[in-house]
């Protein structure tokens, strides 16, 4: 007999980790055995009341470890005797991304420091608009909507733009794409990643009030807190 806790309502921040954790609970407390069939997608989404994309998020990141696999026309089963914890599984991968993140970091650095003290004498007034829409959603939305969106890209490139250099803004494109393709955002807790969008608003501030000098070193303390997350 599974347990009523078991299946109760999932309200948390990162809807598919609190899936897997929910899975775990049952396969730790032997409600679940391996080679034994989970209930249906539409049982599990009445239960736990989240969507279909987010139970399938799920079951699908533990597919991709073999924990669990899916039989086409007869559902999930159960693979593995232990389902690890997310939250432990992504530090890990950011500790093991670390090199190549301060790597990045540090060439970013260098190029943005630059295009936000050119942003600051050069920004248009729609492109210092479009600079606090992401400070202004960050504001309004939970932290896991926030995390969902690429806020930080989109930060990053309006200054890129209005730097007014076609060569910096080629970098920080390049840049940016390398570190997301790292999976930097998927590997915070959606509280930790919408506190360093927050960090921002500093170098909003100084390009809106055009303040060059001020907007490099905002840059410089932004990149120095995400140094932080990888323990440098």
């Given at each position: 007999m599974m347990s009523d806790f078991a299946f109760n309502p999932i309200r948390t921040s990162?809807?598919?980790?609190?899936?897997?954790?929910?899975?775990?609970?049952?396969?730790e407390t032997g409600q679940l055995a391996v080679d034994e069939r989970f209930p249906s997608e539409r049982a599990l989404q009445q239960q736990w009341q989240v969507s279909r994309p987010v139970l399938r998020e799920a079951f699908r990141a533990l597919e991709v470890q073999g924990y669990i696999e899916s039989r086409p026309g007869g559902g999930r089963y159960l693979r593995a005797s232990w389902i690890p914890d997310p939250a432990q599984q992504r530090r890990r991968r950011l500790v093991a991304n670390r090199e190549n993140l301060l790597q990045i970091w540090d060439a970013r650095e260098?190029?943005?420091?630059?295009?936000?003290?050119?942003?600051?004498?050069?920004?248009?007034?729609?492109?210092?608009?479009?600079?606090?829409?992401?400070?202004?959603?960050?504001?309004?939305?939970?932290?896991?909507?926030a995390a969902r969106l690429d806020l930080n890209r989109d930060f990053h490139l309006v200054i890129a733009r209005a730097a007014r250099n076609s060569l910096i803004e080629e970098m920080v494109i390049?840049?940016?794409?390398?570190?997301?393709?790292?999976?930097?955002?998927?590997?915070?807790?959606?509280?930790?990643f919408a506190n360093l969008l927050k960090i921002h608003q500093p170098i909003f501030d100084a390009i809106?009030?055009?303040?060059?000098?001020?907007?490099?070193?905002?840059?410089?303390?932004?990149?120095?807190?995400?140094?932080?997350?990888?323990?440098?």
């Open positions: 990162r809807l598919s980790e609190e899936v897997i954790r929910r899975i775990a609970q049952l396969v260098g190029v943005e420091t630059k295009a936000a003290e050119l942003a600051a004498m050069r920004a248009t007034a729609s492109e210092i608009s479009a600079l606090e829409q992401p400070l202004k959603l960050l504001a309004s939305l939970p932290p896991a909507e390049g840049l940016v794409a390398r570190c997301n393709e790292l999976g930097f955002r998927e590997l915070l807790d959606v509280e930790d809106a009030g055009r303040d060059p000098l001020g907007a490099r070193a905002a840059m410089i303390a932004h990149f120095n807190e995400l140094r932080k997350t990888v323990g440098s």
